[in-house]
């Protein structure tokens, strides 16, 4: 992807950046071309800079001692990796890996340092981003411990829907991107209880299926049940 | 009272550490300054974002409530943000603040905060990292207390309040400030008992001692060491 003639809207590059700043990252920036289940990077590395997935999906995790691994964010296209690692140690608190065969610009510290400071856009906007990731992150806390099975499925097909976005925006078909064994943990509820409650929310109408495709039928309902908006 | 950002001594607030010498008279103008005594509420979860704190003097709180169950995830003390928390795409504060001790706090409303943000590039930059903290903070505190034991938990508890408001500047074992035994409690996210038993548990080990409502800390460098929120 080349940034100077790039598309993507969600890039925050490339939507806040002046374009002698494109041409700058452009030239900065190492391009990754992934395939799916590849590292990004791990816990515990030190933060050599900033990812954005130009093409693609992805997935941040919690690798906890047990072995168990919780997904804590799914990524889209245009969307930004690797900034929860900075902090006064420099280090990924979390591991990321690619959901299906992706592309990813890295941008090293210094050069993504030098954006912020350079494009005042980008400044606020990584701000307000940072602001939503701060509250997202307490609300996902909250969730784990509160609410029943019904609100965390809600909860995970509105961040699946704000991640990837819909599949077909005319039939608002889900673009799941995971598998339903993921889909679960990310829920933190058993894979028995997800699919058991997919199919309550397809007899209650907010949902529907059609072949393997979910779509949804009711996008207030499934927003009022996350406790989160679809953007 | 008034209180001029251009004239201000508070070094390590924000505004006067990154903000040019020519926005903060704006902000003077625009900025407000309230009076909070002990207890007062400084904004409560659910109001829509009005704009953003700083406190000028005294201590705060910054609690969630789940039901009537307080968990105090902040504490805070002058030259410090309250309200930052509600920036974002819904512009509602998820938290509330209350003052601890009677207190000062400034006001600087959204648009003028916006302006001083995008037209001082520094600033912007170094509330990024600021987030960025927080967040690390935040999730590092999910992540740990759900899994530690009582006793750990008030460590953690402990360590919060002295990194907060650290300890007397007249006797440099006595904490500065010690919060009621009940904001403790919410703090380590224990109940009121469990946190008298634990801190009882530490006293014993000569790590603390309670005096009266003061707690003065005998063993720093036990607390640091098993705090493992670090």
Redesign the interface.
């Known amino acids: 992807m080349n940034c100077n003639n790039c598309t993507n809207k969600r890039c925050p590059i490339n939507m806040y950046c002046l374009p002698d700043w494109l041409a700058y990252t452009q030239n900065s920036k190492s391009s990754l071309y992934l395939t799916a289940n590849y590292s990004i990077f791990n816990a515990g590395e030190l933060v050599k800079g900033i990812y954005i997935l130009c093409s693609g999906k992805a997935k941040v995790m919690l690798e906890k001692e047990t072995s168990k691994v919780d997904i804590i964010r799914l990524a889209g296209s245009g969307q930004v990796l690797g900034h929860r690692g900075f902090s006064e140690k420099m280090v990924y608190p979390l591991s990321a890996k690619t959901l299906n065969e992706s592309e990813i610009a890295s941008i090293s510290n210094e050069d993504f340092f030098k954006l912020v400071r350079e494009n005042k856009d980008l400044a606020v906007y990584m701000m307000m981003f940072f602001a939503d990731e701060l509250l997202l992150s307490e609300q996902s806390f909250q969730i784990s411990g509160m609410q029943t099975s019904r609100e965390k499925v809600a909860y995970t097909l509105v961040r699946v829907i704000n991640a990837f976005k819909y599949a077909d925006n005319t039939s608002r078909q889900i673009d799941f991107g995971i598998s339903l064994h993921e889909l679960a943990t990310f829920a933190k509820i058993s894979r028995t209880s997800f699919s058991r409650t997919l199919a309550k929310f397809i007899e209650e109408g907010i949902l529907r299926k059609r072949i393997w495709n979910y779509y949804v039928a009711d996008e207030v309902a499934l927003a009022n049940l996350a406790g989160i908006e679809i953007q | 009272m008034k209180r001029k950002c251009e004239t201000c001594t508070h070094y390590k607030c924000f505004i006067n550490k990154y903000c040019s010498p020519e926005w903060k008279p704006l902000i003077s103008f625009h900025k407000t300054s309230m009076l909070y005594p002990a207890g007062a509420t400084i904004f409560s979860a659910g109001d829509p974002i009005k704009g953003i704190f700083q406190i000028y003097s005294g201590k705060i709180k910054v609690v969630?409530t789940?039901g009537e169950k307080e968990q105090i995830?902040r504490l805070a003390k002058e030259e410090q943000l309250l309200g930052?928390?509600g920036?974002?795409?819904?512009m509602i504060y998820?938290v509330t603040a209350i003052a601890l001790e009677d207190s000062e706090v400034t006001f600087i409303p959204v648009d003028v905060f916006?302006s001083a943000?995008?037209?001082n590039?520094?600033f912007?930059?170094q509330?990024?990292?600021f987030?960025?903290?927080?967040?690390?903070a935040?999730?590092?505190r999910?992540?740990l207390t759900a899994g530690l034991k009582a006793k750990e938990k008030v460590i953690v508890a402990l360590m919060t309040i002295i990194r907060a408001f650290g300890f007397s500047k007249t006797d440099n074992t006595l904490l500065e400030y010690t919060p009621i035994r009940k904001d403790i409690a919410s703090i380590a996210g224990t109940t009121y008992e469990t946190m008298i038993r634990a801190l009882g548990s530490l006293e014993k080990s000569n790590i603390i001692v309670q005096e009266g409502k003061a707690i003065r800390v005998l063993d720093l460098a036990y607390l640091e060491k098993h705090c493992l929120l670090d």
């Open positions: 969630t789940d995830i930052h928390r920036l974002g795409k819904k998820p916006y943000v995008k037209a590039s520094e912007a930059f509330m990024m990292l987030y960025a903290d927080e967040l690390n935040a999730e590092r999910m992540k």
